[in-house]
């Protein structure tokens, strides 16, 4: 435990927040940065920028030079790269340059993910840790040290507008129990149906992809989803 969450549990400051960050992978990608700034009016705490590379997902989407070209336009957001990438250590230094603030690797995209972390961390990003519906919670347990956030994908990684899988709120409880300060992120079919389970079970970085891009009123939604995930925290740190 670090000295600042020992402090905020003695004042009762939950050690997380509740953040929604909108993934812009089915937005109007023709305008990567209006569509952006418009989500990030409407109330979005970050985005969510999902880089695919046609190897380690059946899916291509883009790099650094258009993540470099956003933060052009978009100077202080925080850019949460979710990288869906074979040889993840790569892009490292460029994802950096580019801007990016959180680089997520997948654990099963690497040999050597303690390494990997540490190269993240010495680059100046936060270090997120992805895992796959198929993979195992524990094979984050070492790795918990070095991380600021572990990403629970509840969908298989490669496309938006898939079905929410329930089961992984298992990892989910699982991590939320033995971290209280961590960063627990959930991707994939999260939306105003799903976003209690995700509450309950200890999430407090919340993507959401089509429910909130393709919803009459985005901001309604985002709101929503924050207000349901920090009632759950504000629940659960008073107890
Ligand atoms: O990483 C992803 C897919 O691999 C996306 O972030 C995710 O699918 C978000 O979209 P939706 O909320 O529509 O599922
Ligand atoms: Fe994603």
């Known amino acids: 435990m670090t000295f600042n969450l020992i402090n905020r549990v003695r004042m009762s400051v939950p050690p ?3 953040m929604i960050g909108p993934s812009i992978l089915n937005s109007d990608l023709s305008d990567l940065a209006g569509s952006s700034q418009k989500l990030l009016d409407q109330g979005a705490d970050y985005l969510h920028l999902d880089v695919m590379d046609g190897h380690f997902v059946p899916n291509l989407t883009f790099g650094h030079p258009v993540v470099q070209c956003l933060r052009q336009k978009i100077p202080r957001a925080f850019f949460d ?4 990438v074979a040889e993840p ?8 340059k580019a801007g990016a603030d959180q680089y997520t690797f997948h654990i099963e995209a690497t040999q050597a993910p303690l390494e990997l972390c540490r190269q993240i961390k010495e680059s100046g990003m936060r270090v997120g840790i992805g895992i796959k519906p198929g993979t195992s919670v524990h094979t984050v ?8 956030m572990v990403l629970i994908m509840t969908v298989e990684p490669g496309f938006g507008g898939q079905s929410f899988m329930a089961e992984m709120m298992e990892k989910v409880s699982y991590l939320r129990t033995n971290h209280p300060g961590l960063d627990i992120e959930v991707d994939g079919g999260v939306g105003p149906k799903t ?3 995700c509450a309950q079970a200890g999430a407090n970085m919340i993507v959401s992809g089509t429910a909130v891009v393709k919803a009459e009123n985005p901001q309604e939604v985002m709101n929503s989803l924050r207000k349901t995930v920090h009632q759950e925290i504000v629940a659960r740190y008073s107890a």
């Open 89 to 96: 250590e790569k892009w490292v230094g460029d994802m950096k």
């Open 141 to 148: 347990d070492d790795l918990i040290e070095e991380a600021d």
């Open 81 to 84: 790269m979710h990288m869906m």
């Open 195 to 197: 976003i209690d389970q």
């Open 16 to 18: 997380i927040s509740a």
